[in-house]
């Protein structure tokens, strides 16, 4: 098989699974009463922290292409962005159900009064023309600006690092972690940014 | 009279087996098998507080009983905010194992006439040991129904004889890295203290605990001696308390300390006012899916609005 075929007959189906195992586990867990005293938080924190690892897991697609010189990683970068998504869906759901339980006049307070919702909120919303605008019709479409669109992934990143750092009580090791790997995706895209752009015409 | 709480579906000893054969089997399970046990499940990781699982004798029924349906003793016991054990709520019931609750050491001190240092089991034994079926709401706005033993702390504070000068009291838990892991990172400003007003500290519904659904106070609910203050933040109720000192100056608590635009030395429990980053006006029982209204005072209005008259509750957080 080429590297190509290996692409879309192993590596990808394999990772779409993998990505649902979060789900798996999550709902395996609910089922066996496995997850403690306050399962509604617990939902709350596991669909949240995965949204924010497949967010960087997408945004480590293309460093890892450039670095290792396989190309055909490219073609998982859409797939790992629309689970962002769906982690990111279900994560607002549980907060929208079970915290406010549809209540859009809390709701609104909420994204209003508080920073952390603000930001979370915020890349939640912006997600959705990125997800909305991923097929290949899309693309086709909005030609160079879909690129320009899709860069906005950058500020969603940011937010949903900030959105844990700023719920946090006192223990900010594990956002900050995040947070460092975060700076490094975006210091390689500067880095290289740099190093390969034309010269400036004086 | 000895009283035992039933756990909610747990079926009661007297349902079964004679109370004497009960006794004797646990003193059995205590005494002999439990030095096996407990060499099994020191090296399979399951280790269970050697205290806790023990009745506390001659218990009897207190005042203030709450009329809220109990929390499980598992949730009480296995989803804790105990940050000397970890940040996780997990942390405490999975590290318990290293506090070593006995021998356990209490100094009383400052603005009393008789200061000194006391072992855990001579404070409490002058004691009679009371049941007290409280709420108890946290500052994240989750909530649990506990039912535990102790003794009005006022009853305490009285054998030492408080001066005119002790306006506040102060307490402070135990810092020792070897037994409490999560003191291993400087999270918080170790050791934990925390405070109260005299007047606070001296209410009948202020007690200090040693127990819970009529057993030993376990290692992750803050053994063996810990502060219950109903109508304020959890935070405020210390756990695995050393020292007791009253004092004339308002103590810096810890959270006050680490956050103090958003933790007050008060901390009653006050749906009106908000936590800068999140609402107070609602809490989730443990257990229930959705969300209940937070009471005024956590529901102990009645007793002691009178305390704050006066105050303005904002300012005083």
Known sequence: ?202 | MLIKIKRRGEIGPAETTPRELFLDRRRFLRLGAGSVVTAAALSSGLWRPALADVKLPNVTKGPFTARDELTPYESVTSYNNFYEFGTDKEDPARLAGSLKPRPWRVVIDGEVTKPGSFDIDELIRPHALQERVYRLRCVEAWSMVIPWVGFPLADLLKRFQPTSRAKYVRFEALHDPRQFPGQRRAVLSWPYVEGLRIDEAMHPLTILAVGLYGEVLPNQNGAPLRLVVPWKYGFKSIKSIVKISLVEQMPLNTWARSAPNEYGFYANVNPLVDHPRWSQAKERRIGDFFKRETAMFNGYADQVASLYTGMDLRKFF
């Open chain 1, 1 to 202: 098989m080429t590297a190509a075929q290996w692409m879309t007959r192993v590596i990808k189906p394999a990772v779409f699974v993998l990505c649902l195992a979060p789900l798996a586990w999550l709902l395996w867990d609910a089922f066996h009463h496995q997850l403690g005293a306050n399962p509604v938080e617990k939902l709350n924190h596991r669909t949240g922290i995965w949204t924010l690892r497949l967010l960087l897991i997408t945004l480590a697609v293309t460093p890892l292409r450039r670095i290792t010189g396989w190309n055909v990683l490219i073609r998982l970068r859409r797939m790992l962005g629309l689970y962002t998504f769906f982690y990111a869906c279900l994560h607002f759901l549980t907060w929208l159900v079970f915290d406010h339980f549809f209540d859009l006049h809390e709701v609104t307070k909420d994204i209003i009064k508080r920073p952390y919702i603000t930001v979370g909120f915020s890349a939640f919303v912006l997600l959705i023309p990125l997800a909305v605008t991923s097929t290949h019709n899309w693309i086709r479409r909005l030609g160079p600006s879909w690129k320009t669109l899709h860069q906005s992934i950058y500020v969603i990143a940011v937010a949903g690092v900030l959105h844990y750092l700023w719920l946090v009580k006192a223990d900010v090791r594990d956002p900050v972690i995040y947070g460092l790997i975060l700076v490094a995706l975006l210091a390689y895209r500067a880095w290289t940014k740099r190093a390969t752009a034309p010269p400036r015409l004086i």
